[in-house]
């Protein structure tokens, strides 16, 4: 018998950039489909980690829909792509009046957040109504920081180091939670199920933008073998050619670092800084571990690209066009991960009990 093998998807923090990574796994998915496995992604993935727009997908791929069916996930590939494509640019709009309501109680609006949360949480409750992370269809893992306990927050169903259950939350609020960029949304107030109580989270992003090496912890939490674990990392393109220059930032100060019209510099260098070394480590450290299959796929972009606010038709179209790099350049890649996922889902349905047995206790 094969070797049984327990897939992770990791997805990287980005923004809109979220459709790069979205897009590649709709080629994984209609590799599989070619196959003859019309799956869906929970069911071909043991784990999934996102990181701010990556938590995003991989909570809306791996929650239960809200009065669907069993097993029926709270989106597809299909209606994330559209959300990155449309509705995203309801949520990253500016909004006139918004803008001048808070005004009211923030004269000088300097301080402000850039978007108005409302429009995103409204969204999320409806997508994910009021389930939470204990009823994933897969393990799942979410980052986020805590700003009043000043900690590392990784929300998930795994298990804890000492084997216990982890606290839980419900869906729609962890995803707000790490989605929670600052200067761009204010931070979340969400609900600690188990603890029974409130805690303040901004965007995962601030500390691991890349959750590879925490979604293989997580893993390993759980049991699994080094040589049981395949990991595809998922990135949201970079721009390296967008510098930022040293006679701008020495005049810049503090209200310049955090500008939105810059690119919010600040985080842009604190993202990029922390993805690049995250998969620098990783791909280090599994190297060193022979047993374990590791796949990172991102792609460079365009200065302009690069804001993760950038909604704009355009930009959608420049996007689309990175992924499409990613498909083609990893196209052997891909095929063989369909592969490898196809072998695994045949290997398991052979294995499992007759129907009749199934419910014989």
Known sequence: MAQKKRFILSIDGGGVRGLIPLRVLEALESRLSIRGVDLPMHQAFDLMAGTSTGGLIAAGLSAPRPGGTS????????????????????????SISARLARAVTNPLGLFDETYDARPLEKLLKERFGWTSMASALTKLVLTAYDIEQRRAVFMTNGLEENGSRPDDYYFWQAVRATTAAPSYFEPARIENLSRKREEA??????????????????????????????????????????????????????????????????????????????????????????????HRLDTTLAPEAEDMDNARPGNIIALNGAADRIIRDNTVLLDNLADLLTSQLESEEADAPAAELVHAA
Do not use: C
């Open 71 to 94: 097993g029926e996930a709270a989106a597809t590939i299909a209606e994330l792509r559209l959300f990155y494509e449309r509705e995203a640019r309801e949520i990253f709009k500016h």
């Open 201 to 294: 989270l901004v965007d995962g992003g601030v500390f691991m933008n890349d959750p590879a090496i925490a979604a293989y912890l997580e893993a390993r939490k759980l049991g699994w073998g080094e040589d049981e674990i395949v990991i595809l990392s998922l990135g949201t393109g970079r721009a390296p050619e967008r510098s930022f220059s040293y006679r701008d930032a020495v005049g810049w100060g503090a209200l310049g670092w955090m500008q939105p019209s810059k690119g919010v510099p600040i985080l842009s260098i604190f993202s990029d800084g922390q993805t690049q070394t995250a998969a620098y480590q990783a791909s280090h450290l599994f190297n060193e571990l022979p047993g374990v299959t590791y």
